[in-house]
């Protein structure tokens, strides 16, 4: 288990400030944050390879003040691998293996046994970062701490070591901190997510609690949200059973009901916000296009007409002028091609109250 | 672009290439014509002439003994400037620069004042039978003295080359500070390392201001050199200085050894 309270920490101008969040054992976290948020020095904390300047760090329980990296049980593994040079690919691996049986497993299951006799020179990026996993895995840590791992890895194989390491995770209990800037993987491989910008958490909470429940307009942004509006939120009183029609217990984060005033448009959502000045988030997933006004239970419905069309495989991107505020929707291509959406074509978009969320 | 706007920078091509030319001719010019006249019998001299003989082995021994005492005491400096931020920092790197600024003879002076038999240091190594100025201990420290503070500078410098997260995955793969220098920083910054020295024994071969003053006798090479000049003109001369010249082309042609081989394997 990793908990951190409070904790301060400087690196050069950079500072990490008031940083708390706790992981449980057995559990694997993502941190999530663009780059100069502090992703990589919240792993060196950990790592005891930067002293905290203030709060307090606990691994299984165990203050980790004044204890040593090599006592740690910590794996850590850099985006840019920093192999040793002067060694061999088997030698990078055996540094500071566990046992001859651990090495072998961790190569194996990483790839890299072909690549033993080779000179760390002469890898390519992916290569490098997957000595460096196994590297880190032979020594059979209690704690893996990877920074961008996969980054330089090619889709196909990205996707087998993430299995691995996931794998891996579970077969051997470990606790896995893992950063990344891309939220798909947060939310592929992460138990747990935490936001970091500036050197502050901004939230952390399951991977779909904070893609769904963003705790600011930023968030929400960063996270990829398209439709975030500012405006003033009204409490319309308890929530008419109709308007909540989510599995019981989803995201039952309150069932009042608000009236959302943006730019003239008035939106519909259900939850538990305070009135008054905000945003609203929708993702574009949760808006649907028809040609025609369809009948089904959505709240929100808005008469508009399409701006642009972006078409990225399989998934197609709408931007709908609606009385002047822009409307991001997403369908699959083939809907978007049987709809016929063109630049200019009078549409109708709607969404649920539960899609909106104020925040 | 017209004709005039193109005419400005090639000028300026041909004045910067002029002038560097003229500066390596310069410099290239006293050792070759030096070495053109006199190696031969420089070389000559070596089977024939004991004393030169004795001189550059002196020499050598003294500067071989000053470099492993400098690379021995100067590591753990440069390698805490190259990597820790402490109090005193900057001025610690002045004083361990200020043996380059002073000329050498006042160097000399400063070490006769520390180490001469007047002295206090002197005058207990005196006591337990071991004197410093006029023996080749003096040599070794005015050497040391005027040589140590290029050793530090290229280390500190190679030593900041290695990325500290290199230590610090060692660290986490369970080595101690001392085990990941050890393993991991050392030889990363190896070849370095083994440059700075290089250059120092260089420089400490190559000294003759506060070696004179310290130690005249036994003669180093340069001293050597300046005294068959002051003695006997340039005839005289001129076999010693081609010799210590050519003694002084060893280094160099390791540097540039190690600097190939640094570059071919980028």
Known sequence: MIRLESIDARKGRFTLADVSFSLEKGSFGVVIGPAGSGKTTLLEVVAGLLPPSAGTLRLDGTDARGLAPESRGVGLVYQHAFLFPHLSVRENVAYGAADPETLEEAAERMGVTPLFTREVRGLSGGERQLVALARALARRPRLLLLDEPFSALDPRRRAVIRREVRALHREWGLTTLQVTHDFAEAGMLGDQAILLDGGRVLQSGTPAEVFRRPASPYVAEFLGAENVLGGVARDLGEAAPDWIDSAPGEFAHGHRAFAFETDGLTLYAVGDFASGAGHAVIRAEEITIARDQSHDSARNRFAGRVLEVATLGALTRVTIDVRGTPLVAALTTRSATELGIVPGLAVVATFKAMAVHLC | ?266
């Open chain 2, 1 to 266: 672009m017209t004709s005039d706007s193109r005419l400005v920078p090639r000028l300026l091509s041909v004045l910067a290439a002029l002038a560097g030319s003229l500066l390596l001719l310069f410099l290239a010019a006293p050792l070759v014509e030096l070495v053109g006249t006199s190696g031969g019998e420089g070389l000559r001299r070596l089977g024939a002439d004991a004393e030169l003989r004795d001189s550059l082995l002196l020499t050598a021994l003294c500067a071989t003994t000053a470099t492993l005492v400098g690379v021995l005491g100067a590591t753990p400096l440069a390698y805490l400037l190259a990597r820790r931020e402490f109090p005193g920092r900057a001025v610690l790197a002045a004083i361990l620069d200020l043996p380059l600024l002073i000329p050498h003879p006042v160097a000399g002076i400063a070490l006769l004042l520390l180490l001469g038999r007047e002295s206090a240091l002197g005058g207990a190594a005196l006591g337990v039978g071991l004197r410093i100025v006029g023996t080749p201990i003096g040599i070794i420290a005015a050497m040391l003295f005027v040589s140590a503070p290029l050793f530090v500078s290229g280390a500190r410098e190679a030593f900041a080359k290695v990325d500290p997260r290199y230590e610090g995955v060692a660290r986490t793969l369970g080595d101690t500070p001392w085990r990941a220098f050890y393993r991991v920083t050392l030889p990363l910054a190896s070849r370095g390392l083994l440059a700075s020295s290089v250059v120092m024994w260089a420089r400490a071969v190559s000294e003759f201001g506060a070696i004179v003053i310290l130690t005249y006798n036994p003669k180093v090479a340069s001293v050597l050199s300046y005294d068959r000049f002051t003695s006997y003109g340039l005839s005289e001369a001129l076999p010693v200085a081609a010799a210590l010249a050519l003694l002084a082309l060893l280094p160099l042609t390791i540097l540039r050894a190690l600097r190939a081989e640094s570059r071919s394997e980028r």
